[in-house]
């Protein structure tokens, strides 16, 4: 199997606007894309499409070489693909770090070690060994971000869906940021407005503008 | 914040939590003075055992009393019975008077209880805790998230009312603040309405299918069985204090 998720000619309307319009494209194992574009572009959407969050108006997703139509199929998938949002508040739920970075891994079935175990490597993989018992809503920007990608990085998943990894970073928060993503096995399709990331990170660009893909084989080929 | 040292720190959470329901339930059917005295004693204990005597806990038990006042000062006034005293044409039973002090003693006790033994446990584990016991899965979510986002919740009121501020708004008794406090609700409901969703979602990514797991593992100990005796044994000698002439006889 390639291709880890593959979008065929999918559309998406929200309130009679037209968001995304026959936008093909495809994220292939080892591959780390960035996608970029203009705000409003729909680039959080496609994240959000690919993980069954919304609905598209026509148009096939593939996961993994499956095609997933209904909730239920999104349901599988979800574990194997990692979803970073754009404000960690929204991802960032439970009292402690620990408990937090656990919840995946417990919804996945694994036992309360087994979770705990995946948590504390998922924290020491960031560079937060030692918060573990600290309160998340009392952490800083840049420790919340870290914390919510060790909450998708526990679930050690396939695919890392990235938006906007290195917004609001204080400069070490950036910094570990920048060393971490290069590093990771995963797949990773990122959203970023930031170059600099996006030169380091990815190995593709896609470009998405007016509904839009344009595809580009390397980052560098595209000006800003 | 729990005082890690209290002998209460180190019970077991589901056991104080049904401890202090099951006392605060005997201390609502009591009506002896006695009996309110004994279960005083008691909630005392419980509070010396938890070092709740704190300054949150005098003000908790003062804002009560200022409800138990009025009660105390109205209920007299409406209940019939042997006149205590009169002023003009206002007539204060001793019934009434009684009844009023009964029910802000029966407050105060069961409040310094339920402060020892329940107050002192940080929200989550009172939540896991009412979960283990029985509370329905949904409540326990509820109260889960609310602990959670009434900061996020706080935090944007402060937002909104700063971008208001910021743009010389002071609130007035006229149409103009009244709509934009409306505006100012609405938009706090709209974005905490937005906020939930999102969370959802975030949930949902991360394998959420309606039920909470957790880490924390409760478990029983020596220690958990000496309070349920400590309590048990306080308990029936209130009751008895109560009901025991009607028990003997």
Redesign the interface.
Do not use: W
């Given at each position: 199997m390639d291709h880890l998720m593959e979008f065929d000619k999918i559309s998406f309307d929200y309130d009679g606007q037209t968001v995304l319009e026959e936008v093909s494209l495809s994220l292939r194992q080892g591959e780390r894309v960035a996608l970029t574009g203009p705000m409003g572009a729909g680039k959080t959407t496609l994240l959000?499409l690919a993980?069954g969050?919304l609905k598209p108006s026509s148009g096939t997703i593939r996961m993994f070489g499956e095609t997933l139509r209904s909730e239920k199929d999104f349901?599988g998938i979800?574990?194997r693909a990692?979803?970073l949002?754009q404000?960690s508040?929204?991802?960032l739920?439970?009292?402690t770090v620990?408990?937090d970075v656990?919840?995946?891994p417990?919804?996945?079935g694994r036992s309360?070690e087994e979770?705990?175990d995946d948590a504390s490597e998922a924290l020491l993989r960031v560079g937060l060994e030692g918060f573990e018992r600290r309160i998340t809503?009392r952490l800083s920007g840049g420790e919340k971000r870290l914390v919510a990608l060790a909450?998708?990085l526990a679930?050690k998943p396939d695919i890392l869906l990235l938006d906007e990894p290195s917004n609001g970073l204080d400069k070490t928060a950036y910094m570990r940021i920048l060393e971490l993503l290069p590093s990771l096995p995963q797949s990773i399709l990122i959203v970023s407005h930031d170059k600099r990331l996006i030169d380091t990170v990815a190995t593709r660009r896609i470009v998405l503008d007016n509904a839009r893909v344009n595809d580009c084989a390397s980052p560098d080929s595209i000006g800003d | 914040m729990e005082d890690e040292s209290a002998a209460i720190a180190r019970v077991d959470p589901r056991a104080r939590l049904a401890g202090a329901l099951a006392f605060a339930t005997l201390v609502v059917f009591l009506e002896r003075w006695e009996a309110l005295a004994a279960a005083g004693v008691v909630a005392l204990a419980l509070a010396v055992a938890a070092k709740a005597f704190k300054t949150t806990t005098f003000k908790r038990h003062a804002e009560l009393n200022v409800l138990a006042l009025f009660l105390v000062l109205l209920v007299p006034l409406s209940t019939p019975g042997e006149p205590l005293f009169s002023l003009g044409p206002m007539t204060w039973s001793r019934e009434g008077a009684d009844f009023a002090l009964g029910i802000a003693a029966k407050a105060n006790i069961v409040m310094l209880a339920c402060g020892a033994l329940i107050a002192t446990m940080?929200p989550?584990t009172l939540a896991r805790a009412a979960k283990s016991l029985g509370t329905p899965g949904k409540l326990v979510q509820i109260m889960f998230?609310c602990?959670?986002?009434l900061?996020?919740a706080h935090h944007e009121f402060h937002k909104l009312r700063n971008a208001m501020r910021a743009r010389g708004f002071r609130a007035g008794c006229d149409a103009h603040s009244l709509r934009s406090i409306g505006y100012f609700m609405g938009m706090l409901f709209i974005r905490a309405l937005d906020?939930s969703e999102?969370?959802l979602?975030?949930?949902?990514?991360?394998?959420?299918?309606g039920r909470l797991?957790?880490?924390t593992?409760f478990k029983m100990s020596s220690r958990d069985a000496v309070f349920a005796v400590f309590l048990g044994i306080a308990a029936v000698a209130v009751a008895f204090v109560e009901w025991g002439r009607a028990w003997i006889t």
């Open positions: 959000k993980l969050l349901r979800r574990g990692g979803l949002f404000d508040d929204d991802q739920f439970c009292p620990l408990e656990a919840f995946g417990l919804n996945m309360v979770a705990e809503y909450t998708i679930m | 940080d989550t998230f602990v959670r986002y900061d996020t906020r999102r969370v979602d975030a949930m949902k990514c991360r394998g959420f299918q797991h957790s880490l593992v």
